[in-house]
């Protein structure tokens, strides 16, 4: 079987290792003779796995007791009116860099007022607004760190006097950041930790409990932080793929992961700048390590583009249709080699 190079945006390419463990699993859950399906997830063996997945966190962002992390369901959409149910008691402040950020914004206002600081809607998401102050009578201020659609990326966070939640779905665990920073860090597994079914939440304890509104029980954080990310049952086999990910992760170092990041990223903008018929989407300094998107001067082309992609093992390669082209996902699990393939099918286009 020919080697697929995965471009995926999400669902999307997972070590080949954690692919396996994850098949070993289903076989054989940690010598049980059962599978990682068909046991209760209050088992010593699976309480073990989601201890381990919920402290390999804490440990690889390098965060203390304040922080507690939860496995939950739902999404990272579902997230865009928790965290806003948890968090706005009056008014919080939003960036409007994307698809998803305008999701979140969307859902916040159902529980307060919203004021969006900053937005790069007049051109197409294209780049990352910069120049806003957030002022300290918000109760929160909101971002994405990666967007995924557009492949725009925050190189930096802004001064936050208040409670700073992120929604780093397409970018956790791909550099080194000060997580601290950070009070509520939310990810949907699928992009670059571990298979669909579970979104990881990062919350610094303090933030919580502050407003005044019932928060229905599976709504609430505090429930979930109380019974150990167990208060259901969760996505089992979702969060055991997310530990055989974060201890893949945690024995390279996310100082490594970031350098091989940024290899990637800088072999492939390197060749469509070069390069006369392509052209990328985004400002440069704003530009995205996760998702590259560029376009064909000449779209009339994008086809046999995509032919020669296709000739070529690579899969996933077609842009988002909000912003045509081509999108070229290339999170942690993707090899320097794949890029390489990618690099030279553009390069030998004609
Ligand atoms: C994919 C994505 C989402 C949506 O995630 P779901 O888990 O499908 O709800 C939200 N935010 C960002 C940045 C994403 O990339």
């Not at 780049?127 to 557009?150: A, R, V």
């Not at 298979?195 to 990881?200: E, I, K, M, N, R």
Request: some cysteine; proline content about 3%; aromatic content about 10%.
């Amino acid at each position: 079987m020919s080697k697929i190079h995965n471009f995926s945006a999400g669902p999307a390419i997972l070590p080949k290792e954690v692919i396996q463990n994850c098949a070993d699993a289903i076989l054989n859950f940690a010598g049980t003779n059962l599978s990682l399906i068909e046991v209760s997830h209050r088992s010593k063996e699976y309480v073990a796995v989601m201890d381990e997945a919920r402290s390999l966190v804490k440990k690889i962002m390098n965060l203390g007791d304040d922080y507690e992390v939860v496995y939950l369901q739902g999404g990272a959409s579902l997230q865009f009116l928790m965290t806003a149910m948890n968090l706005l008691e009056n008014k919080a402040a939003y960036i409007n860099t994307g698809t998803w950020a305008k999701k979140a914004i969307k859902e916040a206002k159902a529980f307060g007022t919203v004021d969006v600081l900053g937005s790069s809607e007049d051109k197409n998401f294209s780049y990352i607004p910069k120049n806003y102050t957030i002022s300290s009578d918000y109760d929160y201020f909101h971002c994405t760190s990666n967007n995924t659609i557009s492949g725009t990326q925050m190189q930096s966070f802004p001064d936050c006097p208040v409670p700073l939640v992120c929604d780093m779905s397409s970018d956790i665990f791909s550099r080194e950041l000060d997580f601290s920073k950070f009070d509520l860090i939310y990810a949907g597994a699928q992009k670059n930790m571990g298979p669909a079914g579970t979104t990881l939440v990062v919350v610094k304890k303090s933030i919580l409990g502050k407003v005044s509104r019932y928060i229905p029980t599976m709504l609430d954080y505090t429930t979930h932080i109380d019974k150990d990310s167990m208060f259901n049952t969760p996505s089992v086999f979702a969060v055991y793929g997310c530990l055989q990910t974060l201890k893949w992760i945690d024995k390279q170092g996310l100082a490594s992961i970031e350098k091989l990041n940024t290899q990637k990223a800088d072999l492939l903008y390197n060749e469509i700048d070069a390069n006369d018929l392509f052209v990328g989407t985004t400002a440069v300094e704003d530009r995205s390590k996760m998702n590259v998107t560029f376009l064909l001067k000449d779209e009339s082309k994008n086809e046999a583009f995509l032919a020669a992609c296709a000739a070529a093992n690579i899969s996933g390669i077609k842009g988002h249709r909000s912003v045509g082209g081509f999108r070229a996902s290339m999170y942690n699990a993707l090899g320097l080699d794949s890029v390489q393939v990618l690099v030279e099918v553009i390069k030998n286009f004609k």
